[in-house]
């Protein structure tokens, strides 16, 4: 993953900055998008736990403790 960059041209005499360069796909971006995408998953599943273990415990509390 690149970080953007500022880039400034000067022309003229003037500082500016240049239009975006045009997107194009690379042939495997899709894959490696998914492998990213798999990664943080795979990363952050302590923190999904406890959030999963925190809604049942609300959800079972409520249910409990209505009449």
Sequence with gaps: M???QARIVK???QLFAP??????RRPGQTKEQLR???ALAVG?????A???LMVGLLISATNWSAP
């Design 2 to 4: 690149q970080l953007p």
């Design 44 to 48: 952050m599943w302590p923190l999904i």
């Design 19 to 24: 239009p975006p360069p045009t997107r194009q």
């Design 11 to 13: 022309q003229g005499g």
């Design 50 to 52: 406890v959030m999963l």
């Design 36 to 38: 990213d995408a798999a």
